[in-house]
């Protein structure tokens, strides 16, 4: 389905992404990549309190932006194809040890050549899949 | 407590940000990826806007030397490109392409109650959850 090119929108929210980051970093000292808190909210033995706040407050507050606005879920979209995306997700970004906010945000601002390889790969491959999915197979959904 | 209270104001500027940027939309990112479809650009202005702020944030901390109450900041990152971080970042672009959802939007959507970001997210800890029993069991 098309959608829009929405700039102001783009813009004020990207921001407000890296004042995220920033802030962590600021007041804890630490890195505000999703897939890492998600893991280590899951995984570790300590420090588990400010991730899961981390983890609740971001889907808080998209709910508010959610509710304001009346936007919806997609639907229809195939379940087998969302559980397929999932497991890649979760294993890539584990075994990559970092996903968009990690490596794209917060890599990219500690200016580190891991994360540019990550972000140009995952980019570069999100592309093709892209590009095979709709235009070599015609669309999932 | 203090620490917490720092996560819930960095994960609810994460969540706005996530979802008034349109990136909890898995249609508005898979058509910044369609370049040659539907191509929507807004998710790399989302991406600009959010370097603008956090490169000279961690620039400025980074001179610092340390967080605003004096604590340590991360170890500079390390430099090595190896094959797991290349075979890692390739098999997320794949899931990221197929649906549309990194981890960050896909957490903030199961806003959306009982929706398909339930089913995406549950199969993202089981994928990230498979890889640590692997890593576990490797001598």
Redesign the interface.
């Known amino acids: 389905m098309p959608t829009a090119f929405t700039p102001l929108s783009a813009l004020i929210g990207g921001a407000l992404i890296g004042l995220g980051a920033a802030w962590l970093l600021a007041t804890i000292g630490r890195i505000a990549g999703v897939s890492g808190i998600v893991n280590r909210a899951i995984d570790a033995r300590e420090e588990r309190g400010w991730r899961w706040a981390f983890l609740l407050a971001m889907i808080a507050a998209a709910g508010l932006w959610f509710a304001f606005t009346g936007a919806q879920a997609r639907t229809g979209f195939p379940w087998i194809a969302l559980v397929a995306a999932g497991l890649l997700v979760g294993a890539g970004t584990r075994v990559g040890n970092g996903c968009t906010s990690g490596h794209g945000i917060c890599g990219l601002a500690r200016l580190s050549r891991r994360s540019l390889w990550a972000v140009l790969v995952f980019v570069g491959v999100a592309m093709l899949t892209v590009y095979t999915v709709r235009h070599v197979f015609g669309g999932l959904a | 407590m203090n620490?917490?209270?720092?996560?819930?104001?960095?994960?609810?500027?994460?969540?706005?940000?996530?979802?008034?940027?349109?990136?909890?939309?898995?249609?508005?990112v898979?058509?910044f990826?369609?370049?040659?479809?539907?191509w929507?650009?807004?998710?790399a202005?989302?991406?600009?806007?959010?370097?603008?702020?956090?490169?000279p944030?961690?620039?400025l901390?980074r001179r610092r030397g340390?967080?605003?109450?004096g604590?340590?900041?991360?170890s500079?990152?390390?430099?090595?490109?190896d094959r797991?971080?290349?075979?890692?970042?390739?098999?997320?672009?794949?899931?990221?392409?197929?649906?549309g959802?990194?981890?960050?939007p896909?957490?903030?959507?199961?806003?959306?109650?009982l929706?398909?970001?339930v089913?995406?997210?549950?199969?993202?800890?089981?994928?990230?959850?498979?890889?640590?029993f692997i890593d576990k069991d490797r001598p």
């Open positions: 620490r917490i209270v720092q996560g819930a104001i960095a994960g609810t500027l994460f969540g706005f940000g996530l979802a008034i940027s349109g990136m909890t939309n898995p249609d508005k898979l058509n990826l369609d370049v040659a479809g539907t929507d650009p807004s998710l202005l989302v991406m600009g806007a959010a370097l603008a702020v956090s490169v944030g961690f620039a901390l340390c967080t605003l109450d604590g340590a900041l991360p500079p990152p390390s430099s090595a490109v797991r971080l290349l075979l890692g970042s390739a098999l997320f672009g794949v899931g990221w392409g197929l649906a959802y990194c981890p960050g896909a957490i903030a959507s199961l806003a959306h109650g929706s398909e970001a089913v995406l997210v549950a199969a993202m800890l089981a994928g990230s959850q498979l890889v640590r």
